[in-house]
């Protein structure tokens, strides 16, 4: 098995040379009636894109959260309102913690196993992030980023499901 430097520096390759279409529509074949609020990342890069699917969850009403990175740790804003440039250089919005209840957390990575670990690019911000959240936990992204087995440590924290442009894939317990 790789580590995870190693997926890292092949993912990172592969996803930038991909040419596949977003995840949007796959990711709206699950019914969302009730979970009402998404925290979303924002993609940079070659990452599956989020503005198509962040701009329809708005139109259906649901409230969209987007992260932001103040002294070292991740916080969910509303998606509202002004926005700068924040850690890494990933637009973020000028607001406050949210502060109520999280149904869904999509998160960005750079590769998931099938046991739901994953694969995120070495910050640990997530995962301290979803330490205290009771949300469900989704991998976004595409299916190249699908492997077998991922290495694991303690403070890893899994997914719950899978959505990529060919649709849902459950977790193996």
């Known amino acids: 098995m790789c580590t995870k430097s190693e997926y ?91 502060e109520g209840g999280i149904d869904v957390v999509l998160l960005p990575l750079l590769a998931v196993d099938k046991r739901g670990v994953r694969l995120g690019y070495g910050g640990g911000y997530y995962d301290r992030f979803l330490k205290n959240c009771s949300a469900e936990r989704i991998g976004y992204c595409y299916s190249f980023q699908v492997v077998e087995e991922l290495p694991f440590e303690a403070h890893d924290e899994r997914v719950h499901r899978v959505c990529t442009e060919e649709g849902w894939i459950p977790i193996k317990g």
């Open 8 to 98: 890292r520096a092949k993912m990172k390759e592969l996803r930038k040379n991909a040419s596949l279409p977003s995840p949007c529509e796959r990711f709206f074949e699950a019914d969302w009636t009730e979970k009402h609020t998404f925290f979303v990342y924002r993609s940079i890069a070659s990452e599956a894109d989020t503005s198509a699917l962040i701009a329809r969850l708005k139109g259906m009403g649901k409230t969209v959260l987007t992260p932001k990175v103040e002294n070292g740790e991740l916080f969910a804003v509303l998606d509202e309102g002004e926005e700068r440039k924040g850690a890494f250089g990933i637009p973020e919005r000028i607001a406050p913690p949210y």
